[in-house]
């Protein structure tokens, strides 16, 4: 976040590569780099040709070799993962929207094991059956059970998203469910999410109203508006 706020091409370039590597390492930071390029464009949009086109050149320098590696074994030159449509299915089913409705630990646990260990496990037998196995195909397969999923029940998918959103905030969307680790772990990062929110807004405050031309956090709301942009998926 320093490395962006920074604002030279070489500073962004280096942004780039950590980005990337931030990519790799969990593949929903990759939402990072289009907030990155908002943030050079929003800045300073003279030397956004510049700096942008470093930012995008180190990411490229991270993704590069994986995506050439996916490639060459899948004939799929995604430099990410190729789990986002099963991710996406994830959150997508009336287990998932099981799991938003749970108002006590054993509901919640319950929702989660029917997931993973029943409705996933019986999709994931028809595909053997069908004898699909390709990388492609399993993808497509996922992703049509998504949109099928949201087809047929409008009104869960817009509550499952309702429940996605509010779950950024807490430990699950209705408090009753989580168990007390799932409490602790959520208290440490709202006071974060917060506390940065906070910072930001203050900074910017200060400076709009002239009290300080030195200090400018807005930079700061990058963290957890991207932390809600990746956790939305």
């Known amino acids: 976040v320093w490395l962006v706020r920074v604002r030279s091409p070489g500073s962004a ?3 780039g590569v950590i980005l990337g590597l931030a990519t790799l390492t969990r593949s929903t930071a990759v939402v990072l780099l289009p907030m990155a390029l908002l943030w050079y464009w929003i800045r300073n949009r003279r030397q956004f040709p510049r700096v942008g086109s470093a930012l995008l050149l180190g990411a490229v320098i991270s993704l590069g070799p994986w995506a050439v590696r996916n490639f060459l074994l899948t004939g799929v030159a995604t430099p990410v993962t190729f789990v986002g449509p099963y991710n996406v299915w994830l ?5 998932q929207y099981a799991i938003y409705k749970a108002r006590t630990p054993a509901e919640h646990e319950q929702a989660l094991h029917d997931l993973y260990f029943e409705e996933g496990k019986r999709h994931i037998r028809a595909l053997e059956e069908a004898g699909v196995t390709d990388v492609v195909a399993v993808n497509r397969y996922w992703l049509t059970r998504s949109l099928e999923y949201a087809r047929t029940e409008p009104a869960r998918m817009a509550y499952i998203l309702a429940g996605r959103a509010l779950h950024y905030f807490q430990p699950a ?5 989580a168990n007390d680790v799932l409490r602790l772990w959520s208290a440490v990062w709202i006071l974060l999410l917060y506390g940065l929110s906070a910072a930001a807004v203050l900074t910017r405050a200060l400076r709009f109203r002239g009290e300080s031309k030195n200090i400018d956090g807005g930079w700061l709301l990058l963290l957890p508006l991207a932390g809600f942009l990746t956790a939305m998926p």
């Open 91 to 95: 959150g997508a089913n009336d287990s």
């Open 173 to 177: 969307p209705r408090s009753g469910a």
């Open 13 to 15: 370039g280096v942004a």
